[in-house]
């Protein structure tokens, strides 16, 4: 543990429960000045003050001196930011980033048996098609929809992390580190929609793309591409009429959104601008813009990654329940709410402890 208390530790924390600093400094009888200066200076964080804080905002003295600070996410959040509260994006991405000092935490003793992630020049290629075409032939993936993205990329050491982002407005984004990248995606969306949510971020990845313009559109370029490649399903569009009854008939097939697949039909040139807006106006009539037919739902892909390494701590390094919250620097209530796929049942990935 450091001498001195990490000012970004405060403001991660502070901001991962939605609250100002006015609003801390009430909470505790202090002045926003005062809470001002320790988010800025460790050496303006007296024991009190600090004893304060972590009572109201209810994580232990030892979280404020880890040497953790705030990453950005790799894609902002774009257009989408705009109508979001501030106040809510700094949550996000504080809790986002609690997660990756804990994921951090964990590699530091566990190598992750891992397949090599394709990184591409997208230079060297005439589309972003033809890069998710080559991505599936590296991975040797049958043609065809791809039964289980989610475990595609925690092959690649990829922790992906189910999180309450408290908005629709924002499907998922990754952080990037030394050790790995984490891809972040909406619990509460529909497993098709975060199925392109982790192709979206795997082609940002996979692209290596920074904060450029268009990264957007090549991102979902490539997800589209990737879950749908163009000589599998293009015969899927022939031989009838593109209606929205035909492209619902597909979703549980390719396991993608009905929106997803009237995109994709367009790429394709397989449908005119009418076709396509007569389909998007009946779609968003009967509300499958927000949300599709239960019926249609695609079945959960849960992430083992994470668990897998809580796992090894527990029953290979023989950390006790207690011990790993104190390593983690969480309480037991916190951790269970930041890691709601802790109970799932899947099968884990391949790991082993560094020798």
């Not at 804080?53 to 953790?68: A, D």
């Not at 695609?298 to 023989?318: C, G, R, S, V």
């Not at 109970?343 to 884990?348: G, P, Q």
Request: glycine share 2%.
């Amino acid at each position: 543990m450091n001498n001195l208390a990490n000012p970004e530790m405060l403001l991660l924390a502070r901001e991962s429960r939605g609250i100002t600093q006015s609003q801390l400094a009430e909470k505790i009888n202090v002045s926003q000045a005062a809470i001002s200066k320790a988010e800025k200076f460790s050496n303006k964080i007296s024991e009190q003050l600090l004893s304060d804080i972590s009572r109201e905002l209810k994580y232990p003295i030892s979280f404020f001196y880890q040497n953790g600070k705030r990453f950005s996410t790799t894609n902002p959040f774009h257009r989408k930011k705009q109508s979001i509260p501030q106040k809510t994006l700094d949550k996000i991405e504080a809790i986002a980033n609690i997660k990756r000092i804990h994921i951090e935490k964990l590699l530091e003793s566990i190598e992750i048996e891992s397949t090599s992630i394709p990184y591409v020049d997208k230079d060297e290629y005439s589309s972003i098609e033809d890069i998710a075409l080559h991505v599936r032939q590296l991975l040797r993936l049958p043609r065809g929809p791809i039964e289980n993205i989610t475990s595609i990329i925690e092959n690649f050491g990829i922790p992906v992390i189910l999180c309450d982002f408290y908005t629709d407005k924002i499907d998922g984004f990754t952080i990037s580190n030394i050790l790995t990248n984490i891809i972040f995606v909406n619990i509460n969306m529909p497993w098709c929609r975060i199925r392109f949510t982790l192709a979206h971020e795997l082609g940002h990845i996979i692209l290596n793309h920074t904060h450029e313009l268009g990264i957007e559109d090549e991102a979902n370029q490539f997800a589209s591409s990737f879950l749908m490649p163009k000589n599998d399903i293009y015969k899927d569009f022939l031989g009838e009429r593109i209606t929205l009854e035909r492209i619902a008939s597909l979703k549980p097939y390719w396991k993608v959104s009905m929106q997803s697949l009237i995109y994709r039909a367009k790429s394709l040139n397989l449908i005119d601008d009418k076709i396509y807006q007569n389909l998007w106006i009946t779609l968003n009539k009967l509300g499958y813009k927000k949300r599709e037919p239960v019926n249609l739902n695609i079945k959960n892909e849960n992430p083992t990654l994470f668990k897998t390494l809580i796992d090894i701590h527990k029953n290979d390094l023989k950390y006790s329940t207690n011990e790993l919250f104190e390593f983690l620097n969480i309480y037991e209530q916190d951790f269970n709410e930041m890691y709601p796929e802790m109970n799932n049942k899947e099968k884990k990935i391949s790991l082993k402890l560094v020798k």
